[in-house]
Structures are given as structure tokens and as C-alpha cells.
């Protein structure tokens, strides 16, 4: 099987390395791809993935069996309608289904058509009915924007002054979904779907905001870890029953077959599970934590997706748990500079950690310079969370770069005394 991954951050690198180690894969490529996929497989650093006919052209020119969309941008432009035209297999949602993720008023009018708890919210396409509203407003809001945003579309300050300036920023160019805040432990669920069938994979959690204790900014996520122990059996089968059943049973009655992986980004309240947002890919850190406790071939998995047959898919997870750790340049969520060498990294032992490039490249002089603003995810493995951190910021500590710079706290809140 010859698989192309589109993408370019840690993601794609963990998705890299889970299919080299297929039985199935006769050849890898990635595009753009960085530093760390460059040494597993062959990136195409000058294709872009929103253009349709480079990609399918290469397809044909590589012989490409699977195209695995990483990133919500392609998905949303219509890629994948355009491969399945084109009878080119793909993992990845097409274009009106990508909505769920691309429009947040069609997922929230869609929550909603299918009995699916979120928080209550409304929609403003004008900023002086908006402005209204939030005078008035006596509850603490999330401001969102309702169109793709890599993470940072959303404020959820209660400084009405700072909202009002978000809102009015935001509606030069998209609408304004106004929600009430939910507070509670936040959780990412993954299906994988074949289009009738799905399969839910371990529980993870992001840790989003830019600093340690959940302060300071959103950003695309700091660490994550895999699965969450606060996680019962109980827990997951109130977000199975009520959010999502109902999902699926809304996309088969809207007629929206699902082919690739549906992200269910929860709270848990104490009221029960609310659905926060979906997304229409994988998470990025989790798949770095959830794909090293797959067990099962990674390539036999995404072909039962792409060809119809995740049914009785006999998945077999480890027992072990992950923590990443979002290795980050100086200055970012905000601006941050590229191009620095990056001086050493560790090598962990495949059973006990990864560490996978997401902002990297390889310099003129093969050297590893920084690219990006989260540079790699250090991830750490073991039979629990506490070896898993321990073994995660060992390596972490070997990560040097100028201005490298990491949470020190990722996992603590679900470490069970
Ligand atoms: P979204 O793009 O909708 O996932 O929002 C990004 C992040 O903002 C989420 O992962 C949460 O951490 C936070 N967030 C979004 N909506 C809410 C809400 N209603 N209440 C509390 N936090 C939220
Ligand atoms: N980790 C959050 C995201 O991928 O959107």
C-alpha cells in the first residue's frame, strides 16, 4: 500500500511513523512534511495540499493507494470530494460533512437538530446586535468565531471590553457564535467511521492554554495525554449514549456519509458530558499519545475505514498510558521566530517514548532548524501516567534550542494519588 500524508505537524509525523510500521506500506510520502518525516519517508515539500490537481496528479504519478488528509484546511475546500471523483481513496471527510468543523453555527444548528448537549449559544452576523446582546448579557460567555481558526478563533475572557473588541474584529469577515461557559474537565474523543460503522479509540485530553495551571492563551494545544484515567467506564458510556449515538444517527439522517475520523471535543460537566465542538481530522498532540497505543497494524485500520469494513475491526490497544509534551519557540501563540538550530534531541527507546517534529526542517547544511511555533512533542510512555511524565520530561529536558520553552504541568490534574 502506498500512502501520501498530508500535513506538516506533529501529527503527521506520529501518522508517518505508525504507517512505517505497517506490514501493508511499500511506500511514504508526506507533503509538506518536516524534519522528522523526512527521515521515515519521502516529503514532497513543494505540494500543497489545497490544490486539488497537484495532489491528484501525484497520486497518479506515485501510484498513491491511500491519500490520509491530516489537517481540517483540505478537508474543508473540498479535497477529498475531489479524490473520491477522481476514484482515489482517502481517509478524511468531504467537504459538506467537513462543515461540522468548518462552520460552527452548522455544527451548533446540527447539535441541536439531534438533541446534542453544548452549551446554549447564539449567532450574530452584525456587531451593533452583538454589542446588544452583551449588555445585557448576565452570564460568563465564550465569544467564538464561527469559521476555521487553527485554535485561536475563540476568547473566553469576561472582560466585556476585550470581547467586544474580539467581536468586532471577528465580524469584519466571518459570523459570531456567542456561547455560555462550561466549566469542567475538558476531553477528546475519536471515532474512526467508514461511512455506516464507527469505532471509539482511548479517551485523550489537550491541555490548550499557553501556560501552566490552564493560564494564559489558547493555543493548538501543549501536551496531551492518553487515556485519561478520571475516565471510567460509566463516564464514556453517558458520552456514548447521548452524544455520540446521536451524532451518527444525525449524519446517516442528513444523508452525510462520514469516512475518516469524527473529533468529539467534550466537557465533562458536573450536569454530564456537553459537546464543546467537533472536528473533523485528528487532534494535534493527541494522535501523538493515542498512536503509539495502537496495537493493531495502523495500515490494515485505515483501509477498513477507507474501504467499508471497521465492523468487528479486531482493534487491539496497549495497556499502557502516554503524555506529550509540546516543545514550543519563543514568543509563541504569538510571534516567534524560525530558523533556529536545533542543538540536540534525545532518543528515547520506541517502548518508552517518541519524539515527534512538528515545526522543524531540515536546514541547506542537513541541519534540524526550527519552523514553526510548537517545534516537537516529547512523549513519554508507561504503564502509568506518572512513569509516562517522568520519562516525558527527561527527554523534554534533552530538547535544546534557543527559547525552547514547555508546560511543566501537563497530566498533573489527572494523576491519581
Ligand atoms: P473550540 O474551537 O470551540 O474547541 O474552542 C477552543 C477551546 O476553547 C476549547 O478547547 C475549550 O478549551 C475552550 N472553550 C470553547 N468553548 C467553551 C465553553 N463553552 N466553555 C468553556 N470553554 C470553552
Ligand atoms: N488539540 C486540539 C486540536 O487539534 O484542535
Redesign the pocket.
Known sequence: MKVLVLGSGGREHALAWKFSKSRLISGLYVAPGNAGTEEIAENLVGLNALDCDAVVATCRDKKIDVVFVGPEEPLAAGLVDRLNEEKIPAFGPHAQAAMLESS?AFAKKFMASHGIPT?QSREFASFPEFEAHMKTRRTRA?V?KSGLAA?K??L?SDNRDEQLKFGRSVLKTDRLVV?????GT?LSLFALCDGVDHLLLPVAADF?KAHDNDLGK?TGGMGAVCPVPSVEARVLEGITREIVEPTFKGLAEQGLAYRGVLYF?L?QTADGPRL??YNVRFGDPETQVLLPLIESDFGNLVEAVVQGRLKDFPLHLSNNSALGVVVASKGYPDSYKTGIPVRSLPTPHESEGMVFHAGTRLGGDGQIVTAGGRCFTVVGIGPNLLTADMRAYDAVSKVQFDGAWSRKDIGKKFFID
Do not use: F, I, Q, T
Open positions: 460552527k452549551a465564550v467564538k485554535g478563533g475563540v473566553d456561547e455560555d461557559y462550561l466549566s475538558e490548550k489558547n471535543g466537557m464543546l465542538e
